[in-house]
């Protein structure tokens, strides 16, 4: 099927113009040929409060609520609901506070003439309501993804006999998963969002030299042992090692870009599974 750009701009046009052709049926009620049209006591009333506020605002307001239903679901996995689903609404909001919200009311006080004389619902009060979706779904988006790839670390911990097994020689099949997996969703995710500023180093030189320190005795130790059964992501792994020397804040709100979120989702994911392993 469709890739999520295609879907994303299929869904917002559709959206788009299902209300330019509502306004345009609604716009029938103020046409000269129309008796009441002309009085002041229903035009102003009609187009103000019910075309502005009672239909457009209000289905702005309902796409807001409908999407944030999606991250209520039940269960750690995030019920039925797909992760694309929630990744394809956090951008559909984040572009409706960006600029759909400012163009669709823009679009009907110029149809309807509007005369703000009655108290409205201010633009900036509907794009912060689409940026708190957006942000919402964003965040559950990454719990789900950091939840179903910390559960299976879990379950591949728990089940194996670590007394009685053998010396590993190779890496896991599932740590290959992890990877796999993990570079999917940084690529679901690069589809949707651009790449975001990337942080300093931490200038916390002795940290850093122990770092490199501790990491080249490892792999002269193991290198010998150690041969990789398939090409990995380059940019992948400088992602998981900037974990490991970038200061992230584990549960603080994802932002809207592909190096932050994989960097936080990364982190959830290992917050999860050292919970998970230790009873939590």
């Not at 099927?1 to 330019?20: D, R």
């Not at 609520?65 to 984040?94: I, M, N, V």
């Not at 900036?124 to 950091?146: D, F, P, S």
Request: charged content about 20%; hydrophobic content about 35%.
């Amino acid at each position: 099927g469709p890739g999520l750009p295609e879907l994303l701009a299929s869904l917002s046009a559709s959206i788009l113009n299902q209300i330019k052709a509502v306004l345009a049926s609604v716009h029938l009620f103020t046409a000269k040929d129309i008796t009441f049209s002309s009085k002041p006591y229903f035009k102003g009333e009609f187009c103000s409060q019910g075309v502005r506020e009672g239909l457009i605002v209000r289905f702005i307001q309902f796409v807001c609520q409908s999407s944030r239903q999606f991250c209520e679901t039940a269960g750690d996995r995030g019920g039925a609901t797909p992760p694309s689903l929630l990744l394809l609404l956090s951008r559909l909001c984040l572009d409706y506070e960006t600029s759909t919200i400012s163009y669709i009311l823009t679009l009907t006080d110029e149809q309807f003439l509007v005369q703000h004389h009655a108290p409205v619902t201010a633009v900036t009060a509907l794009c912060a309501e689409a940026r708190g979706a957006a942000q919402k779904l964003l965040n559950h988006y990454v719990k789900v993804q950091g939840l179903i790839v910390s559960q299976m670390l879990r379950k591949s911990v728990e089940t194996r006999d670590w007394v009685n097994t053998i010396e590993p020689r190779n890496v896991r099949a599932v740590m290959k998963r992890v990877v796999e997996d993990t570079t999917s969703i940084d690529v679901q995710v690069g589809l949707l969002y651009e790449e975001g500023a990337r942080k300093a180093h931490s200038s916390d030189s002795s940290k850093r030299t122990f770092s490199v320190y501790s990491s080249s005795r490892q792999q002269a130790r193991y290198a010998p042992s150690y041969t990789p059964s398939a090409p990995m992501d380059t940019n992948l792994l400088s992602n998981i090692q900037k974990l490991f020397s970038d200061r992230i804040d584990i549960f603080s709100p994802v932002e809207f870009n592909t190096q932050r979120s994989q960097q936080r989702g990364l982190c959830r994911c290992g917050g999860s599974v050292s919970d998970g392993i230790s009873g939590y």
